[in-house]
């Protein structure tokens, strides 16, 4: 088949309307595929299905005709089998647990979510391990993606990791066109981990430019945060090749760099001595490493795995000190080997 050629892929249910999940639903819409987007806030919603566009989180892209909103989950997903969950990682298991009732044994599930549980720590994949009482494929979308370039047709490379090779395959045929390059992957559990460890880090970069400390200090943090990242996804099962890849030093690197990047931003505004709340709402969007940073950092802790660029990112966040405290606390650390 050739890319961008009209297919008859079945209906696709994408749940979350932020920017990602509208990113994510617009570029599937464009190939004819007949995406159906939810969000649980009604009212914005009903507003972007009158306007046919994002107009908060990305107000230059029209909607395809074949993408509906809707705020209904059971009309949603019914009659669909794939599902593309772009919810906060907070938000994960809540809807997870509002999705068993309305799925069946024929259900597949892919997210683009990043981050780990709240309430316990866990992968998302474990999360639905959990909840879900049967067998389901899962898959995890993953790599260098900011929301509006991806939605102006940018070129972009992503990670599609999952264990079953019938739903990458298919995934990666839905999802790749002229400027939106799929990878398949197998390594999920490296995936996710990259995915819940950058952004605390990107915090840690974007602090280090808010105090002023210029390129030489970037590319050092972001070295160290590598390291971190491979050292506590290789513990947990992850495979070193993933960190290296598109999931993991490509995301990195992205968020880290760029002023696109919502952690970066929060971070930076922190490095230049704005209080933690007002920082948070200069974004006006969710933080997900805000969260990640401190629920990353007990899992390390309880696995004896060495984060300190993490700790400390957990500890300004929780107000426990400041931005130059932490970064005298790194620099002030014993000297190590590489």
Request: hydrophobic share 45%.
């Given at each position: 088949?050739?890319?961008d050629q009209?297919?008859?892929?079945?209906?696709?249910?994408?749940?979350?309307a932020?920017?990602?999940?509208?990113a994510?639903?617009i570029?599937l819409?464009?190939?004819?595929?007949?995406?159906?987007?939810?969000?649980?806030?009604?009212?914005?919603?009903a507003?972007?299905?009158?306007?046919?566009?994002?107009?908060?989180?990305?107000?230059?892209c029209?909607f395809?005709?074949?993408?509906?909103?809707?705020?209904?989950l059971?009309?949603?997903?019914?009659?669909?089998r794939?599902?593309?969950?772009?919810?906060?990682?907070h938000?994960?298991?809540g809807?997870?647990?509002?999705?068993?009732?309305?799925?069946?044994q024929?259900?597949?599930?892919?997210?683009?979510?990043?981050g780990l549980?709240?309430?316990?720590?866990?992968l998302?994949?474990?999360?639905?391990?959990?909840?879900?009482?049967?067998?389901?494929?899962?898959?995890?979308?993953?790599?260098?993606?900011?929301?509006?370039?991806?939605?102006?047709?940018?070129?972009?490379?992503?990670?599609?990791?999952?264990?079953?090779?019938?739903?990458?395959?298919?995934?990666v045929?839905?999802f790749h066109?002229?400027?939106?390059?799929?990878?398949?992957?197998?390594?999920?559990?490296?995936?996710?981990?990259?995915?819940?460890?950058?952004?605390p880090l990107?915090i840690a970069?974007?602090?280090?430019?808010?105090?002023?400390?210029?390129?030489n200090?970037?590319?050092?943090l972001?070295?160290?945060?590598?390291?971190?990242?491979?050292?506590?996804?290789?513990?947990?099962?992850?495979k070193?090749?993933?960190?290296?890849?598109?999931?993991g030093l490509?995301?990195?690197?992205l968020?880290?760099t760029?002023?696109?990047?919502?952690?970066?931003r929060?971070?930076y505004?922190?490095?230049q001595?704005?209080?933690?709340?007002?920082?948070?709402?200069?974004?006006?969007?969710v933080v997900?490493?805000?969260?990640?940073?401190?629920?990353?950092?007990?899992r390390?802790?309880?696995?004896?795995?060495?984060?300190p660029?993490?700790?400390?990112?957990?500890?300004?966040?929780q107000?426990?000190?400041?931005?130059?405290?932490a970064?005298?606390?790194?620099?002030?650390?014993s000297?190590?080997?590489?």
């Amino acid at each position: 088949m050739a890319i961008d050629q009209q297919h008859s892929f079945a209906p696709m249910a994408v749940l979350g309307a932020g920017s990602w999940g509208t990113a994510l639903a617009i570029l599937l819409a464009q190939r004819g595929q007949r995406i159906q987007l939810w969000g649980r806030n009604s009212d914005r919603i009903a507003e972007m299905s009158q306007q046919r566009i994002n107009a908060r989180y990305l107000p230059k892209c029209p909607f395809p005709e074949s993408l509906s909103l809707s705020s209904d989950l059971r009309e949603t997903i019914k009659g669909v089998r794939d599902i593309l969950i772009v919810v906060p990682s907070h938000a994960f298991r809540g809807l997870i647990e509002d999705l068993l009732p309305l799925i069946n044994q024929n259900t597949r599930l892919a997210w683009a979510t990043k981050g780990l549980d709240p309430s316990t720590g866990k992968l998302l994949h474990e999360v639905v391990q959990e909840i879900i009482p049967w067998p389901i494929p899962t898959a995890v979308l993953a790599g260098p993606s900011f929301a509006a370039e991806v939605a102006q047709n940018l070129p972009t490379a992503i990670s599609v990791s999952s264990q079953d090779t019938e739903f990458s395959n298919d995934l990666v045929e839905r999802f790749h066109t002229r400027t939106f390059r799929p990878y398949i992957n197998t390594d999920i559990i490296g995936v996710q981990i990259s995915g819940a460890v950058k952004n605390p880090l990107a915090i840690a970069a974007g602090i280090s430019d808010g105090l002023g400390y210029g390129a030489n200090a970037r590319c050092a943090l972001i070295t160290r945060a590598l390291a971190e990242m491979s050292r506590l996804g290789i513990a947990l099962g992850g495979k070193m090749e993933t960190f290296m890849g598109l999931a993991g030093l490509g995301d990195l690197v992205l968020t880290c760099t760029g002023s696109q990047s919502r952690n970066w931003r929060f971070g930076y505004a922190l490095g230049q001595g704005h209080p933690i709340d007002l920082a948070e709402r200069e974004v006006g969007q969710v933080v997900e490493g805000k969260q990640n940073a401190i629920i990353v950092a007990k899992r390390a802790q309880a696995l004896n795995i060495e984060m300190p660029i993490l700790e400390q990112v957990s500890k300004v966040v929780q107000g426990q000190m400041t931005a130059a405290e932490a970064v005298q606390a790194l620099l002030m650390r014993s000297i190590k080997s590489e």
